[in-house]
């Protein structure tokens, strides 16, 4: 696998995974896993920026 595709998935990834977290986050009204998906949207972006270098 090459840079780019690596970096495209594992960003997918952590979008898909993101989502998930503050879904369960805004549900149970708990904040740990709201911002631990925010935090994975953020190294999703990252990720998605390296790419494209």
Do not use: D, E, Q, V
Request: net charge positive.
């Amino acid at each position: 696998m090459k840079k780019n595709s690596t970096l495209a998935i594992a960003a997918i990834l952590l979008i898909i995974l993101g989502i998930y977290m503050i879904y369960l986050g805004t549900k149970g009204k708990i904040l740990p896993p709201t911002i631990t998906g925010i935090g994975f949207m953020i190294i999703a972006i990252a990720f998605l920026g390296l790419r494209n270098k």
